[in-house]
T-cell receptor
Framework: EAQVTQNPRYLITVTGKKLTVTCSQNMNHEYMSWYRQDPGLGLRQIYYSMNVEVTDKGDVPEGYKVSRKEKRNFPLILESPSPNQTSLYFC?????????????FGQGTRLTVV | AQSVSQHNHHVILSEAASLELGCNYS??????LFWYVQYPGQHLQLLLKYFSGDPLVKGIKGFEAEFIKSKFSFNLRKPSVQWSDTAEYFCAVRGQRSNYQLIWGAGTKLII
């Protein structure tokens, strides 16, 4: 089954404790991205990757890191989480280039930083 | 800067009522347009998309949308809503010269 898988689905952590949210897709998509969703603000892009080893900042990259060592995986790293990073996070993937298509989303990760 | 505006943050309708959710965008070039739905506690799912061709697009679950280029609009419609349509609806736009970035509206919460 074609899907984007995020883990964990729920996470409560303390300020400053490094964490990683994993994202994996099985559709051979080139383009992957991370979003955060906050009430009244819609989705805001954190980082994106157009292919392996190619990543770039989205609209709200501060406090986050990503890597793209393999095509299927695109982890989101919070080196020192803070309470303002409490949010709902989504990973998405799509085909890139001239065949760019709609985005497929993971199930989401609800992160609480206390 | 590109932006997407959804006119209503909350909409409450009775079953069988007709639905129209507004979406306007600001981008001068060729665009791809999307409507996504997020049911409570779930991830975003594609309702419909417009890339080119017929500006009236039909999607899943009886939804349709009309692209009006002169008005920079892509409004979502459904002739008769059901209780199961209770969800949040997001409009998104991708400009073809924007590194494929999707720009999102703030969402409209629909309660039936």
């Amino acid at each position: 089954e074609a899907q984007v898988t995020q883990n964990p689905r729920y996470l409560i952590t303390v300020t400053g404790k490094k964490l990683t949210v994993t994202c994996s897709q099985n559709m051979n998509h080139e383009y992957m991205s991370w979003y955060r969703q906050d009430p009244g603000l819609g989705l805001r892009q954190i980082y994106y990757s157009m292919n392996v080893e190619v990543t770039d900042k989205g609209d709200v990259p501060e406090g986050y890191k990503v890597s793209r060592k393999e095509k299927r995986n695109f982890p989101l790293i919070l080196e020192s989480p803070s309470p303002n990073q409490t949010s709902l996070y989504f990973c998405a993937s799509s085909f890139g280039g001239t065949g760019h298509t709609e985005a497929f989303f993971g199930q989401g990760t609800r992160l609480t930083v206390v | 800067a590109q932006s997407v505006s959804q006119h209503n943050h909350h909409v409450i309708l009775s079953e069988a009522a007709s639905l129209e959710l507004g979406c306007n965008y600001s981008y001068g070039g060729t665009v791809n347009l999307f409507w996504y739905v997020q049911y409570p506690g779930q991830h975003l799912q594609l309702l419909l998309k417009y890339f080119s061709g017929d500006p009236l697009v039909k999607g899943i679950k009886g939804f349709e949308a009309e692209f009006i280029k002169s008005k920079f609009s892509f409004n979502l419609r459904k002739p008769s809503v059901q209780w199961s349509d209770t969800a949040e609806y997001f409009c998104a736009v991708r400009g073809q010269r924007s590194n494929y970035q999707l720009i999102w509206g703030a969402g409209t919460k629909l309660i039936i």
